[in-house]
């Protein structure tokens, strides 16, 4: 029992002393490969020498300064980001996490369209534990800690053309994880993203590509927006985005950046010296043809091995997969017992695969091999 932390976490029954490549070590000699990438933080792995002496040497140039003064570092990881993303965003705001990073762009949707109080999300969708990207979240009911919302949320079906009619001239923005991640990781349709981005034009309503869990390669592409060609007014994003260094971000339009001014935003943390060159160097990494070529191939090997009973299917994009089964828990747990270390989601019976995607063939057979012996347990 620890005395000093609040316990608002279950913790698993390893404690972790070191890491290289796809594997945590354990203070008791146990060598565990990460199927889940701490929540898909980890996008290059652990251990990474090169990505530790880029940071090494910024943490010894200059450790932090504010959003007060310009940084080259910054500057150099916002170019980086904005030529790889869709030409529809053109600025960058730097932020810490995820959640913050959709507080931001609610908010600035929440401003542009003044007149308009409504935010459409989607179901199973999951923004963050923020007042407002809590609001967004679905089930937020059970754990909404705030006496009011900050605006009127409508959570539509997933992939029903018939639910895009919510969208309407009431509406100020609509927020979509283009592949859900909580949400077990499910990837819309083609057509229905396609749909909703129309529909989005057709009202003028702001769309927000939360791209916080399946961008930065996460699902084959440096954005999933790219993916299913789309071009969002605002993109969020984070875990990934940094490699394991806290950050997050907010890419907006051009006219969305000219109508900002200061003192609209605002975060002390925000695009610090750390994290910039953080993401200045996973943003290098990712775009690297051979780096997304070996997502694609160990998601296909991933893909197809995995559908093995009781596993009934096997959903996602890249490596955000999503493997279904009534003995979900029972398979989560004996994976561990056998020293794979995979993810939940919010469907009880849907395990979530998140590893870095540095990932090697060679792991990937691992998985493959273990989590049959662990099926044919079960069934």
């Known amino acids: 029992m620890l005395k000093q932390l609040n316990e608002v976490y279950p913790?698993?029954?390893?404690?972790?002393?070191?890491?290289?490549?796809s594997y945590i070590y354990s203070e008791d000699g146990r060598k565990i490969l990460d199927m889940y990438g701490g929540h898909a933080v980890?996008?290059?792995?652990?251990?990474n020498e090169q990505f530790s002496d880029f940071l090494s040497k910024q943490l010894k140039d200059l450790i932090f300064q504010s959003n007060a003064v310009n940084l080259p570092i910054r500057e150099e990881a916002s170019t980086k980001l904005i030529s790889l993303a869709?030409?529809?965003v053109d600025k960058v705001?730097?932020?810490?996490?995820?959640?913050?990073?959709?507080e931001n762009a609610l908010k600035i949707a929440l401003k542009m369209s003044s007149d308009r109080k409504k935010v459409v999300s989607l179901k199973?969708?999951?923004h963050g534990r923020t007042a407002a990207a809590a609001a967004v979240t679905w089930g937020n009911e059970k754990w909404y800690g705030f006496p009011n919302k900050p605006m009127n949320v409508e959570f539509i079906e997933r992939d029903s053309v018939e639910g895009l009619n919510k969208i309407d001239?009431?509406?100020?923005?609509?927020?979509?994880?283009?592949?859900?991640?909580?949400?077990?990781?499910?990837?819309?349709?083609?057509s229905y993203i396609s749909a909703l981005e129309q529909k989005c034009k057709d009202h003028k309503v702001l769309l927000i590509a939360d791209e916080v869990q399946c961008g930065m390669a996460r699902c084959g592409e440096v954005f999933c927006s790219n993916l299913y060609n789309i071009k969002p007014d605002m993109?969020?994003?984070?875990?990934?985005?940094?490699?394991?260094?806290?950050?997050?971000a907010v890419l907006v339009s051009k006219e969305i950046a000219s109508a900002l001014g200061p003192g609209d935003l605002g975060s002390t943390f925000g695009g610090g010296p750390l994290a910039s060159a953080a993401v200045s160097f996973v943003t290098s990494k990712i775009q690297d043809k051979s780096f997304l070529e070996n997502i694609s191939r160990v998601s296909a090997l991933l893909m197809k091995g995995c559908l093995v009973p009781p596993i009934t299917q096997v959903q996602g994009k890249g490596l955000l997969i999503g493997l279904v089964s009534d003995f979900a828990g029972e398979i989560k747990a004996r994976l561990l017992d056998k020293n794979i270390l995979v993810g939940?989601?919010?469907?009880?019976?849907?395990?979530?695969l998140l590893p870095p995607l540095t990932l090697s063939v060679e792991e990937v057979e691992i998985f493959i091999e273990t989590l049959k012996e662990v099926c044919h347990e079960v069934s």
Do not use: M
């Not at 705001?93 to 959709?102: K, L, M, R, T, W």
């Not at 994003?237 to 997050?248: H, R």
């Not at 939940?344 to 979530?352: A, C, L, M």
């Open 86 to 88: 869709p030409d529809s």
């Open 11 to 21: 913790f698993l029954n390893f404690i972790p002393s070191h890491a290289s490549g």
């Open 42 to 47: 980890t996008s290059l792995g652990y251990g």
């Open 169 to 190: 001239n009431d509406v100020a923005a609509v927020i979509i994880e283009p592949v859900q991640g909580i949400g077990g990781a499910y990837a819309f349709d083609q």
């Open 344 to 352: 939940s989601s919010s469907f009880k019976n849907t395990i979530r």
């Open 93 to 102: 705001f730097f932020v810490n996490s995820g959640a913050e990073a959709n």
């Open 124 to 126: 199973h969708a999951f």
């Open 235 to 248: 993109i969020t994003l984070a875990k990934g985005l940094g490699g394991g260094i806290p950050v997050g």
